[in-house]
């Protein structure tokens, strides 16, 4: 049981027990007055009185209880409502930064894999460069020696051939 209804229930009853005092009160006063206000039955009365006084003091004071009670809760409602609010935006707030995050980390990955296979890439060219450039040295060190061969065969076809030339003009 909440204090909310605790304090409900005993406000109820106290004004069912001020509706029985009240008429308890009437039919002591119509008593008093056939017996022509004995002093015990006014000092009775003047307790009753007090009593009456001291019950609507207590029902001031529950009644305040329940009133802070229900504006407390009211104004704990109020707060919730905005923190919850406020909670909400903060959550959708980081949810939108994570859905971010996820997809710079996304687009980082693949730019990651992309220059990973590029650098898988250029190593090989330049690997098939190197190659080349050796075959490329191979191959004129080839043509070296063959041009070599090939001066060294003209330059004995030309001797030849001039010593013919002096040998035929000898003989003329």
């Excluded at 008429?23 to 002591?28: C, D, T, W």
């Excluded at 060219?125 to 190659?131: G, L, N, V």
């Excluded at 490329?136 to 070296?144: N, Y």
Aim: charged share 30%; net charge negative; proline share 1%.
């Amino acid at each position: 049981m909440t204090l909310y209804n605790y304090i409900n229930n005993k406000v109820k009853q106290h004004k069912d027990y001020t509706m029985k005092y009240v008429a308890i009160l009437i039919l002591f006063i119509a008593i008093a007055n056939a017996d022509l206000l004995s002093p015990k039955f006014k000092q009775f009365m003047e307790l009753k009185q007090e009593a009456g006084f001291a019950v609507d003091a207590v029902m001031d004071v529950l009644n305040g209880l329940k009133n802070s009670a229900i504006d407390e809760r009211s104004g704990l409602d109020d707060q919730h409502a905005a923190n919850k609010d406020s909670f909400s935006t903060r959550i959708a707030e980081l949810e939108s930064m994570k859905r971010t995050n996820r997809a710079m980390y996304d687009a980082a990955i693949q730019n990651r894999e992309f220059v990973e296979q590029e650098i898988v890439n250029t190593a090989n060219f330049i690997e098939f460069i190197y190659h080349r450039f050796e075959q490329i040295e191979i191959l004129v060190e080839e043509l070296h020696d063959e041009r070599c061969e090939a001066s060294l065969l003209f330059v004995d076809r030309c001797r030849e051939h001039y010593e013919a030339l002096t040998a035929i003009e000898l003989l003329k």
